[in-house]
């Protein structure tokens, strides 16, 4: 008998997920509150950027395999991959995965697997999902198998990603993880190792915060660096020679829906005890406001600026704009009343975002200043000539530490290079 999934949540995981299950040759529901979502993905389209994912949607829906749904279905196996964003007070919103469970609670049946893959604070499995079933009349002991098993991928990679991986699946129970596990088996190529609902929840929690922590550490040597006259690449560079130190790399501030999210959750649980992610939140939550003060000082000598803005998204070669630093920072410069602000993004839609989105060479036309927040492939490949070509006097501010030249026509600042130098007695000052 085929096998039956519903997948709650159609996003950048969720859509994946489903499509890949369809592709093992189960019968697959994704259910999507977004109609849009919806409609598209019965037509065997999608309306996020993935490689290869357009290709497997359209093969698993003409197949029969995958098909969507504004409601849930009865099935073998449940799965939530709802978002889990953060109030204005930087606690957990949680209010999503709660309505999935309330959603899929009159379709469960006893023996089905519901796995909670939505990142989510520690103790949720516990405190807020199983309560709720127990609540329905649904033991979540003895009736179901309920688990947790956190996604770990990275956007541009995720099929791949989904499949090769190591996964934690952290069971309500020991029978839930084993159960969890024997799902997954059916598509994942890498480890699958069982533990606790709660070790699972930190877990993936505590892998984006030390790259949080990390990040924010490069941030505050660029800050340093740009006091004291020295190049913070150059000094990450030579420290990483060291065979124990990895020092990741500074920009213009940390999004997505993980890394700027994420740590806020443990934060939320053990206040008292977590004064070094909570310090690592404001360095990097400070970088924005540093980019447009950095901006402004590049521009002060002129009067009503033209800034061509190239990168909306959080990283490189991705559509995803959640928690964008860059989205902060565009918004800032174009509340600044002297400021003329254009903006390129070859892989973001119009409806995405509040903006009017320009050609590049629109937005490099008679610009004053091009400051990079994105490292897309299209701009390390930007030729001299472009730049040439359309600014007025090219001035470069690269955030991102991704695009090179040596022609002297064009002057070029990277985040953590911008030139300054220290005067004699500040140096004195921190010695």
């Known amino acids: 008998m085929m096998k039956n999934v519903c997948v709650i949540g159609l996003g950048y995981i969720g859509l994946p997920t489903a499509a890949l299950f369809s592709k093992a040759g189960f019968q697959v529901t994704g259910v999507d509150v ?3 979502v919806v409609n598209a993905l019965n037509k065997g389209e999608i309306i996020i950027e993935e490689p290869e994912l357009p290709e497997l949607v359209r093969e698993s829906v003409a197949s029969g395999h995958l098909k969507a749904s504004t409601k849930p279905v009865e099935a073998d196996t449940f799965m939530i991959a709802v978002p889990t964003p953060i109030h204005e007070n930087e606690t957990a919103d949680v209010r ?62 995720i099929l791949t990603e989904l499949i090769e ?18 799902v997954y088996e059916e598509v994942v190529k890498g480890d699958i190792i069982e533990t606790t609902a709660l070790t699972a929840e930190m877990s993936k929690l505590m892998e984006n915060t030390f790259r949080d922590v990390n990040i924010a550490l490069a941030n505050e040597l660029v800050k340093i660096s740009d006091r004291l006259g020295v190049n913070a690449h150059e000094v990450i560079r030579l420290a990483n020679l060291h065979p124990r130190v990895n020092l990741h790399q500074p ?64 990283k490189g070669n991705v559509d995803d704009v959640r928690e964008s630093p860059a989205m902060d920072i565009v918004h800032r410069l ?17 409806w995405q975002v509040p903006y009017t989105l320009l050609s590049l060479e629109d937005t490099l036309y008679e610009a004053d200043l091009a400051l990079i927040l994105t490292d897309h492939n299209e701009f390390k ?9 359309q600014m007025t006097a090219p001035v470069i501010f690269d955030t991102k530490h991704c695009y090179f030249t040596n ?19 500040e140096v004195k000052a921190n010695n």
Request: charged content about 25%.
């Open 165 to 182: 991986n190591t996964r934690i699946v952290g069971g309500h129970t020991p029978e839930a993880a084993a159960k969890a596990k024997a």
């Open 334 to 350: 174009k509340h600044d009343s002297e400021m003329e602000v254009a903006i390129h993004d070859p892989h973001v839609k119009d």
């Open 34 to 36: 977004n109609e849009r």
């Open 251 to 314: 920009g213009p501030g940390v999004g997505g829906h993980c890394l700027a999210v994420d740590p806020y959750f443990i934060v939320e649980k053990a206040t008292d005890e977590s004064p070094l992610i909570q310090t690592a939140r404001r360095i990097n939550n400070s970088m924005p406001d540093y980019v447009v003060n950095k901006v402004k000082e590049l521009t002060s000598a002129l009067n009503h600026p033209r800034v061509a803005v190239l990168g909306l998204t959080y």
């Open 407 to 425: 022609n002297d026509k064009i002057e070029l600042i990277h985040l953590g290079n911008t030139g300054t130098k220290p005067a004699p007695n």
């Open 96 to 157: 999503y995965v709660q309505e999935a469970v309330q959603a899929i609670i009159p379709f469960v049946r006893k023996g089905n697997a519901v796995i909670v893959e939505s990142t989510i604070p520690p103790r949720t499995i516990a405190d807020v999902v199983a309560p709720a079933f127990k609540e329905a009349g649904i033991d979540p002991e003895r009736d179901i198998h309920l688990a947790h098993c956190p996604e770990r991928v990275l956007p541009g990679k």
């Open 381 to 389: 490949g930007i030729d001299s000539k472009v730049w040439l070509e």
